[in-house]
């Protein structure tokens, strides 16, 4: 089966600029999730969907982050403006459902703000 | 609060040998889940391993075992018989059964692994 589907996988952008994020999961996965892995850390959790439902969102710096997963499918991070803190790899992952004995994950997307 | 520790940034072993991991958590939630992933340089992160704190018995994957001491709080990645393409960071994960949190997974800072022939 595929695996998680992320786009782009390197995004170079200026600060201030907005840009976004695009994931599909595994066909079948309820549970989406959207992490963060800063330089030398391991990821922290941003976003947790259950089917188009955000359940888990109190990680989102929603003054400038936003989320959608409209279909309960694919979703969609955004950042509007980035600032140079942003800078880290983002990725998505999924489950059949929650909690569950794995998640899988997307390659990932590592975004430079300059 | 949910806090996973992992003491040893890099770790070395030859090939072919056996090599642990170490990882320990924090918690007061009687149901939890603990995962190892693998990161190569490449950046994905590879789903390795899982122990459910119920779990009776230790896991096993292959190559890979969780050693998990519950008393101690302790869920040690065991690697036998190493091989190069070994060589990554290592993280140890801890996914919450609490509430709103459910399913939200918390790392440590990860163990970077080098095999060497």
């Known amino acids: 089966e595929a695996g998680v589907v992320q786009s782009p996988r390197y995004k170079i952008i200026e600060k201030k600029q907005p840009v976004a994020f695009w994931c599909n999961p595994i066909?079948?996965?309820?549970?989406l999730y959207w992490y963060r892995q800063n330089l030398g850390q391991g990821p922290e959790l941003l976003i947790r969907?259950?089917?188009?439902?955000?359940?888990?969102d109190s990680q989102l710096p929603k003054d400038r982050f936003s989320a959608e997963r409209l279909k309960g499918v694919d979703s969609t991070l955004k950042i509007q403006p980035a600032e140079l803190g942003d800078s880290a790899v983002y990725l998505c992952?999924?489950?059949?459902?929650?909690?569950?004995?794995?998640?899988?994950f997307g390659p990932g997307t590592r975004l430079t703000v300059l | 609060a949910q806090k996973i520790t992992q003491t040893q940034p890099g770790m070395f072993v030859q090939e072919k040998e056996a090599v642990t991991l170490d990882c320990t958590y924090d918690?007061?939630?009687?149901?939890?889940?603990l995962f190892w992933y693998k990161q190569p340089s490449s950046g994905e992160m590879i789903f390795l391993i899982y122990?459910?704190?119920?779990?009776?018995q230790n896991a096993t994957e292959g190559r890979y075992s969780l050693n998990f001491q519950k008393a101690r709080k302790s869920a040690n990645l065991v690697i036998s018989a190493s091989q190069l393409g070994d060589s990554a960071m290592y993280f140890c994960?801890?996914?919450?059964?609490?509430?709103?949190?459910?399913?939200?997974?918390?790392f440590g800072r990860g163990t970077q692994l080098t095999v060497w022939p």
């Open positions: 992952a999924s489950s059949p459902h929650n909690p569950a004995p794995s998640q899988i």
């Open positions: 066909s079948g996965h309820n549970t």
């Open positions: 969907y259950e089917n188009e439902e955000a359940v888990d």
């Open positions: 918690t007061s939630d009687p149901s939890y889940g």
């Open positions: 122990q459910g704190s119920y779990d009776q």
């Open positions: 994960a801890m996914r919450s059964d609490r509430g709103s949190t459910l399913g939200r997974l918390y």
